[in-house]
């Protein structure tokens, strides 16, 4: 229950920072929530892979280190998109900062949830 608690706080800090950035009066542009895209999008291939790899092989698995690259590849692109945006002055820089605070917070979150509820313990979720 801590565990659940803890990662839903977690979430609600990531999100406050990326609305932060987005809807202070100083800031004022939107263009940070195409982050929310990734947040959506990285946690797809891991748990496509932890369905179809069975975990009791020991060597490493082409289709689990494929699912990693491809989150990576998610989590940097979101780390990227609003240091691009501010290059390019869609948004300011104070707004970058606290849009990359929000990913900080997101992705330790996700991770945290893969760690906590990952195993095959009788409350997961595989079972959903």
């Known amino acids: 229950v801590v565990a659940l608690i803890s990662l839903s706080f977690g979430g609600a800090v990531g999100l406050m920072f990326l609305m932060l950035g ?5 800031y004022n542009r939107y263009w940070p929530l195409f982050v929310l ?3 959506i999008l990285s946690p797809i291939p891991y748990c496509i892979a932890r369905r179809l790899v069975d975990d009791t092989d ?3 698995n082409a289709c689990k280190e ?3 690259f491809l989150t990576t590849g998610i989590v940097v692109s979101a ?3 609003p240091i691009v945006f501010a290059r390019a002055e869609l948004i300011y820089w104070g707004a970058c900062a606290l849009v990359l605070t929000g990913n900080t917070v997101i992705f330790a979150t996700i991770l945290g949830f893969f760690l906590v509820f990952g195993s095959n313990d009788d409350f997961s979720w595989q079972q959903w």
Request: hydrophobic share 60%; glycine share 6%; proline share 6%.
């Open 66 to 68: 494929l699912a990693i």
């Open 79 to 81: 780390f990227g998109l």
């Open 22 to 26: 987005c809807a202070l009066p100083q």
């Open 37 to 39: 895209f990734f947040y």
């Open 58 to 60: 020991a060597t490493s």
